[in-house]
């Protein structure tokens, strides 16, 4: 019979050979409360199971992937290979949202490239009364995105749409919008040695990676559809990455309408408008 503190022992061993104690015992307790450890006996099925767990993290998979779970804002959220981990900077964004001016008021917000849907979950729980519309290109993400939604008990739209064909969001996102939110693939590939084995082996391409030199595509094209499709008093809030912060500052200017580039909490800028 193998006990909860021996398996606790050797496994921070194997695991502070790559990551830092700190890393180690954040991660023993993530396996520990996702496989609901109480007692001090490991069944044989838990013993192969965490032992499969520590062996998939030594091989650089997020450890939200192995437990199917990740925390974003005051909520958990299922997550898998078809989505991307939930980041910090991303509830900075949501707050930027749920701080405007816009609060109580019955919004309609689209959420382009939804992924796990992770900012119309939170803000519809904060804004009951808006509009919530989510998009994207993987059918896969979407699966998550309304698995998500119905755990939380939320109602939002979700639509399959190729944002960057402009035929399709004109077709399918035909409506005006109060906000437009966003966290696009903004990574240029040749960037991509630059990311951690655990990223790029594990997390989706499709939703961090563009295909030109600048990571601009994106927002071009949210630019050219905000022209006809945001109202008069409406506002666009997006991730983006800081060393194209002014070039995507002047690709808005350029479309007529004003911005401002704030910093988050690593100070690094983010955008509104």
Not at 44 to 71: C, M
Not at 169 to 176: F, T, Y
Not at 214 to 222: H, M, P, Q
């Amino acid at each position: 019979m193998n006990t909860w503190q021996e398996w606790e022992q050797v496994n921070k061993v194997r695991l502070n050979e790559k990551f830092q104690t700190s890393e180690s015992q954040g991660l023993i307790r993530i396996l520990k409360e996702d496989f609901t450890i109480k007692g001090p006996d490991l069944s044989e099925s838990e013993f192969l199971r965490l032992n499969d767990a520590v062996d998939r993290l030594l091989l650089n998979e997020p450890a939200q992937y192995i437990t199917g779970k990740a925390f974003f804002y005051d909520i958990f959220l299922h997550v898998n290979p078809s989505v991307l981990i939930p980041r910090p900077e991303t509830e900075e964004l949501v707050e930027l949202v749920l701080n405007s001016p816009y609060r109580g008021k019955p919004l309609r917000i689209l959420d382009i490239g939804t992924g796990s849907a992770c900012i119309p979950i939170v803000i519809k729980r904060k804004w009951p009364e808006v509009q919530v519309v989510a998009c994207d290109v993987s059918k896969e993400a979407l699966e998550t995105a309304r698995k998500n939604a119905d755990l939380h008990r939320v109602d939002i739209q979700f639509l399959p749409c190729n944002f960057l064909d402009e035929q399709d969001r004109r077709r399918i996102l035909s409506q005006k919008w109060d906000i437009i939110i966003s966290n696009p693939p903004y990574i240029p590939l040749q960037e991509k040695s630059k990311m951690g084995l655990n990223v790029i082996a594990y997390e989706p391409h499709l939703a961090l990676f563009t295909t030109d030199n600048e990571g601009l595509t994106f927002y071009k094209a949210i630019a050219e559809y905000a022209v006809n499709h945001l109202e008069a008093t409406g506002s666009i809030y997006l991730e983006m990455n800081e060393f194209h912060a002014n070039k995507i500052q002047e690709l808005f200017y350029s479309k007529g309408m004003n911005s401002n580039i704030l910093n988050d909490l690593s100070v690094n800028p983010g955008f509104c408008m």
